[in-house]
């Protein structure tokens, strides 16, 4: 997958930071690519870039520097990404990394790629709306009806809300907005 590398907004912390692009670009983007493999593992189909956790992979000096946002405080599967990015990297023969952790700002479903709510959808979950949409309208990810009625608040850990299509009687999962 190819991902746009580029610095987070407004972040100035690494006044020393030396750019050696044409060195470490091949390298970041294969850090990039590698990266793909770590999975949500409640929605193995969504990678951290699907998700919009991974924010940036950089190198300094001879460090990789990998920048993450959790998706909520007290997330459990933040916890077993992080083992993930660990042990891809230290697999492919990159020891020296750090990744750092950004709460603000603070993970929102529009940080899901378009590419992750499609993926979402075909996994038979209800993908999340924007978040300044009016009205939410959650789609049957089996018939696509929007005549859905929400049966439980509560789903499992990963979806929060359990949905029926009233057309194709399909129980799902909806990811709610955040
Ligand atoms: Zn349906």
Redesign the pocket.
């Known amino acids: 997958m190819v991902a746009v590398v580029s610095n987070s907004a407004g972040q100035s912390d690494d006044a020393g930071t030396v750019d050696m692009r044409t060195n470490s670009d091949a390298e970041v983007s294969t850090i990039w690519d590698l990266l793909d493999e770590v999975k949500d593992p409640e929605i193995p189909v969504l990678s951290l870039w699907d998700l919009g956790v991974l924010r940036n992979v950089e190198k300094s000096l001879d460090k990789i520097i990998i920048t993450i946002t959790p998706t909520y405080s007290g997330c459990p599967a933040m916890e077993t990404m992080r083992q993930d990015i660990e042990s891809i990297l230290t697999r492919s023969g990159y020891p020296n990394y750090e990744i750092r952790t950004v709460l603000s700002p603070a993970w929102t479903t529009d940080w899901m790629s378009d590419e992750g709510k499609q993926k979402l959808e075909q996994f038979g979950i209800a993908p999340p709306g924007h978040t300044k949409a009016e009205t939410q309208t959650v789609c ?1 990810p ?2 696509r ?1 929007e005549d859905t009625l929400l049966i439980s608040e509560y789903g499992s850990t990963a979806c929060k809300a359990m949905y029926q ?1 009233s ?2 009687k ?1 129980a799902f999962c909806y990811f709610k907005v955040i």
């Open positions: 049957c089996r018939c009806s299509c057309q194709c399909e």
